[in-house]
């Protein structure tokens, strides 16, 4: 089977639809080459008294005579008792496992083969038994922040998607296998990514994720586990790097519009909006370089405001109809509130904060800020690059390209 481009050494099996076959094919997966290779060495773990459980043999040759003889008489009694105690006694001992699902059962403490499909027997008083599901699982990484090798700091989280390929190991190898797995995943993605700049997880994202998830499997094949995709997510840049702007990314998330549209095909469109933003971008400025002289000379914040609140009116607000909230940070490290609410009337906007819930709030810099609405950073490059942060409907937010063209026509 071929997992990220990478043969992983084990292979789709038909699976058996009864019990006689499952000393060759307990799971998904079986494997033609000995687990207990240099990667895997399977020593420590809880299976060792079986020592050829990864081979699908489960042959245990650690009892002693006597054991074994005592282990064969309560054997044989209690399937004597079930045997005449039938059927009442077939309520309690024939389950039923449809074909995504096995039974590992441990009679008298020893591991057994898996059962299943279909209707299986459980002995009473001396069998263990437990349900391992076959399907596919999915997580998420919840973001976290990530030191990169150039100093810079990015929120990144992640999905995954994973499946058992062997239901003994994945009980037998480990104790939790979801808060393993998430912890493993969470380790090995902050381990990735740290050695990687800041560009590097802004453009190569894909493949990242395919190297982590080779990564991840060489770490959980012990646990009979197998990951079969990670995506990884970028949330936003926290810091810049120590050498500056990295560049604008390929690929934000959530952008309208791209929802549908996946790898690469996701990424030529994110580069062809990029480069369409950025000879517009070229062109507003050519064309309107003379009428921009009003808005350039604007130097803080309150300038802007006092701009901006000249060109308010009852046509803008029908056009835009939305209130905006900014979550600026100066250039001394504070932070300041200022609004502009295009909901009502003529509108109106400030310092401050609206005593209403706005419809969508925007986190930047000062600088970025007075870049934007001179024209020299359009809003999309901006939340692109993660210079600018939005909560809330990001097409609400570019309604602010409106008012920018306002004021560069003033």
């Known amino acids: 089977m071929s997992l990220f481009g990478k043969s992983s050494g084990y292979e789709y099996q038909c699976l058996s639809q009864g019990e006689s076959g499952y000393g060759e094919t307990p799971g998904l997966f079986s ?57 009442i006694s077939g309520w309690f ?68 998607q994973f499946r058992i390929w062997s239901p003994v190991m994945s009980v037998v190898a480990v104790q939790d296998l979801n808060s393993s797995t998430r912890l493993t995943a969470q380790n090995a993605m902050m381990t990735s990514l740290s050695k ?66 996946t790898g690469p095909i996701q990424q030529l469109a994110m580069h062809f909006l990029s480069q369409t933003t950025a000879s517009q971008c070229t062109q507003d400025t050519v064309s309107f370089s003379d009428e921009l002289h009003a808005v350039s000379s604007v130097s803080s914040v309150n300038e802007l405001i006092e701009t901006v609140r000249s060109v308010l009116s009852e046509e803008l607000v029908h056009q835009v109809g939305a209130c905006f909230h900014f979550h600026i940070t100066t250039n001394s490290g504070q932070t300041s509130s200022y609004y502009v609410d295009l909901t009502q009337g003529r509108g109106a906007c400030g310092a401050g904060v609206l005593q209403r819930e706005p419809d969508v709030s925007l986190c930047m810099s000062e600088q970025d800020l007075l870049a934007m609405f001179q024209g020299s950073l359009q809003p999309f490059a901006a939340y692109s690059s993660g210079r600018l942060r939005v909560q809330g409907d990001l097409n609400t937010a570019m309604k602010l390209n409106t008012l920018i063209k306002l004021l560069k026509a003033r």
């Not at 050829?52 to 074994?68: A, E, F, I, M, P």
């Not at 991840?216 to 012990?222: A, I, Q």
């Open 93 to 160: 001992v024939l389950k039923v496992v449809p074909n995504y699902e096995r039974v590992v059962v441990f009679r008298l403490g020893r591991i057994r083969p898996p059962k299943g499909p279909g209707v299986v027997l459980i002995l009473p008083f001396i069998d263990q038994w437990q349900r391992v599901d076959l399907r596919t699982r999915a997580f998420n990484i919840p973001p976290c922040k990530v030191c990169t090798k150039d100093s810079g700091l990015v929120s990144v989280g992640a999905d995954i």
């Open 31 to 87: 494997s033609h080459s000995p687990f207990n290779n240099s990667h895997h060495d399977h020593r420590g773990h809880s299976f060792d008294y079986v020592p050829k459980v990864h081979q699908n043999d489960y042959t245990d040759k650690s009892q002693g005579l006597l054991s074994w003889l005592c282990n064969l008489i309560v054997t044989f009694l209690v399937f004597l008792f079930t045997f005449v105690t039938f059927p």
């Open 196 to 261: 990687k700049s800041l560009r590097e997880i802004q453009t190569d994202r894909l493949k990242l994720g395919e190297h982590l998830g080779m990564d991840m499997n060489e770490m959980t094949k012990p646990w009979g586990l197998e990951v079969d995709r990670v995506e990884l997510i970028l949330e936003g840049v926290v810091r810049e790097p120590d050498g500056g702007h990295s560049g604008p990314l390929i690929m934000p998330p959530s952008v309208p519009g791209l929802e549908g549209l």
